[in-house]
């Protein structure tokens, strides 16, 4: 089992950058491919970005596409999520979350453990 934790979020002003981490528990970080999501109030959880196990592959929604980049550093069990040119859509709750399984995910329902979330507003 893996515990994660996010940070790094907080108010932001719309065209600024913010950077996520999630650190992870355990010594098997790098055998989860990782995922950060995001829920919108009054929206559905929808999938952001995911990284593969080696972090040499990466996916991103549309929508972040460009704006967004998804890293990791297996040697210190974490994940991290640079965001730039930030609007107020980009306004949720972010979330990572750790799938056990091998290939590279975008449904959340495929994911194993999650964490608690960090919020991040945009103002505009």
């Known amino acids: 089992q893996v515990q994660l934790v996010e940070s790094g979020g907080g108010l932001v002003q719309a065209g600024d950058s913010r950077g996520l981490s999630c650190a992870a528990s355990?010594?098997?970080?790098?055998?989860?491919?990782m995922g950060w999501f995001r829920q919108a109030p009054g929206k559905e959880r929808e999938f952001v970005a995911a990284?593969?196990?080696?972090?040499?592959?990466?996916f991103y929604a549309d929508s972040v596409k460009g704006r967004f980049t998804i890293s990791r550093d297996n040697a210190e069990n974490t994940v991290y999520l640079e965001m730039n040119s930030l609007a107020p859509a980009d306004t949720a709750v972010y979330y990572c979350?750790?799938?056990?399984?091998?290939?590279?995910?975008?449904?959340?329902?495929?994911?194993?453990?999650w964490g608690q979330g960090t919020q991040v507003t945009v103002s505009s």
């Open positions: 979350a750790a799938d056990r399984t091998p290939g590279v995910s975008r449904r959340g329902d495929e994911y194993d453990y």
């Open positions: 355990g010594r098997t970080f790098s055998s989860y491919t």
């Open positions: 990284i593969s196990r080696s972090g040499e592959d990466t």
